[in-house]
Every structure is written in structure tokens, then in C-alpha cells.
């Protein structure tokens, strides 16, 4: 892979380690070796789990429902 992007062997370590960060050239390229476009690099494949987004919905029902009585008391306050 190194050869294929025209960097040292310790370079492409270092980016697979987080040590440093690539070019726009050297993305370029590893974009086009595995024939993807450049932002295509940034995008998550992960998908949450069923327990992730039954998570998630709980948190917003949650929240839905704390705005709601939150309302409810603004209104009972400036109403009467």
C-alpha cells in the first residue's frame, strides 16, 4: 500500500496509528485504489444496533416528555 501511494512504510504506520495525517494527494490516490470517491474515506459504515437506537428513542421520548410538562407548567403560570 505504501508503494501504491508513493509513501514510506513508517509514513503509512504513523496514519494507521493516528501518528500523522495524509495529503489531499495521498487521499486522492488511496481514493482511487480502492475506487471510491474522496468523501467516501470520511463516511461511517457503522449503523447503530437495535439496542443503540432503542437507546436513542428513549432518550427522545424523554426528552418529548420533559418539554411537555415544561409547557404545560408555562401555560398553567401565564394563563391563570
Given at each position: 500500500?505504501?508503494?501504491k501511494l508513493d509513501?514510506?512504510t513508517n509514513f503509512?504506520?504513523?496514519?494507521?496509528?493516528?501518528?500523522?495525517?495524509?495529503?489531499?494527494?495521498?487521499?486522492?490516490?488511496?481514493?482511487?485504489?480502492?475506487?471510491?470517491?474522496?468523501?467516501?474515506?470520511?463516511?461511517?459504515?457503522?449503523?447503530?444496533?437495535?439496542?443503540?437506537?432503542?437507546?436513542?428513542?428513549?432518550?427522545?421520548?424523554?426528552?418529548?416528555?420533559?418539554?411537555?410538562?415544561?409547557?404545560?407548567?408555562?401555560?398553567?403560570?401565564?394563563?391563570?
Amino acid at each position: 500500500m505504501a508503494q501504491k501511494l508513493d509513501i514510506s512504510t513508517n509514513f503509512l504506520a504513523d496514519i494507521e496509528t493516528c501518528k500523522s495525517w495524509v495529503s489531499s494527494s495521498t487521499l486522492s490516490k488511496l481514493a482511487t485504489i480502492f475506487e471510491i470517491e474522496v468523501y467516501e474515506l470520511f463516511k461511517s459504515k457503522k449503523t447503530p444496533d437495535d439496542e443503540t437506537k432503542e437507546t436513542i428513542k428513549n432518550i427522545v421520548n424523554d426528552i418529548s416528555v420533559t418539554i411537555e410538562h415544561s409547557l404545560r407548567q408555562i401555560t398553567i403560570k401565564y394563563l391563570n
